[in-house]
């Protein structure tokens, strides 16, 4: 039962990296010696594959943007009933008692791209750290990675959360946001569109670092210890449908993390003079979490559609797609693995 368990534990995206690097150096003295294996770094990529553009290239950020885009407005088009549902349940929880008896009356649009700034702060970072730091600290990177993206990419996104919201949870003030925008801006000024600001961040931030961060950890995961063989002997299709599983793990532990401040985002824009902590006080532990089993059914498909079209726009463009990170060749040295 324990041995069972031990592995399980080092599975752990936020396991100690001095413990990890033990770990990895242990496994690599219990392989067999034979032709020196491929290693490649956070940002390397295989040289055996002709690309479009160059890794970390404005190229490269311009089409990772394109590629989020894609993904979140394809995926968001898919989804958008359940995302309502889940609203109006939280702001009006005995009108909407189901996710069923909710459907028929909700409608929802919306979309976010913050792909292409996570491949420039992960880049950026992971520079700035070093190779063997930014593997070494490969979980804290993508975590500040995805959380700088989210804190730039909510700046622009709150006017049109605030106005979504309003629409979404006040059938009757506005039918587009062409409508809800001046008539907010007249009632209560610039304020009605950045108030919820900071429970955005709340939400969002946390989500992005675990859509991110654990979407990375779980690749790295299944290529350890459930895919068969290498990434380098998987197939494009193959190695597709590990973005998708790893996409919707990612998705699950997102929807649990950031569903509390969601519901507070969510009253909090449909209501005029309130604060975030009066909103959180009024809801109570199980009030923010009403709604979650339809947020972890819409962000669980979502993330994982997201992943997989985030990918497969990779794939059709030819750009670098780095395996999941391996140990540097220098701590190799230090940890006398390589003569």
């Not at 309502?84 to 919306?110: A, H, W």
């Not at 309003?166 to 506005?174: E, K, V, W």
């Amino acid at each position: 039962m324990f041995s069972s368990i031990a592995p399980l534990a080092r599975l752990n995206p936020f396991y100690a990296p001095h413990l990890q690097l033990v770990q990895d150096g242990v496994r690599k003295r219990q392989e067999p010696v034979g032709p020196p294996a491929t290693r490649r770094s956070l940002a390397a990529a295989s040289a055996d594959e002709e690309y479009s553009c160059e890794y970390g290239s404005l190229k490269f950020y311009a089409l990772c943007g394109f590629g989020g885009v894609l993904s979140c407005g394809l995926t968001h088009t898919a989804v958008v009933p359940l995302d309502l549902v889940k609203c109006r349940m939280q702001v009006d929880p005995q009108k909407y008692k189901s996710i069923f008896n909710g459907f028929s009356v909700t409608i929802k649009e919306d979309g976010l791209c913050k792909f292409g700034f996570y491949e420039v702060f992960k880049i950026l970072y992971g520079n700035l750290l070093g190779e063997e730091n930014a593997y070494l600290w490969r979980t804290s990177l993508y975590l500040a990675a995805s959380a700088s993206a989210e804190f730039f990419a909510d700046i622009a996104l709150a006017p049109m959360e605030a106005a979504k919201v309003r629409i979404q949870t006040q059938p009757g003030y506005a039918n587009t946001l062409r409508q809800a925008v001046p008539k907010m801006f007249g009632e209560e000024g610039i304020w009605a569109f950045y108030k919820g600001v900071a429970p955005l961040w709340m939400r969002q931030i946390p989500y992005t670092m675990m859509k991110f961060a654990c979407f990375e950890r779980t690749v790295e995961a299944l290529y350890k210890y459930v895919v068969p063989k290498p990434r380098s002997e998987c197939t494009k299709a193959e190695q597709l449908v590990v973005t998708f599983v790893a996409g919707y793990i990612a998705g699950v532990f997102c929807a649990i993390v950031s569903h509390p401040a969601d519901s507070v985002v969510s009253v909090l824009n449909k209501e005029k003079g309130s604060s975030a902590s009066q909103v959180l006080v009024r809801l109570g532990f199980r009030g923010v979490w009403k709604g979650l089993f339809a947020r972890i059914i819409m962000i669980g498909t979502l993330t994982a559609l997201q992943w997989f079209i985030y990918d497969s726009v990779k794939v059709y463009f030819r750009l670098p797609r780095p395996p999941p990170p391996e140990m540097p060749e220098s701590l190799k040295k230090k940890l006398g693995l390589t003569e």
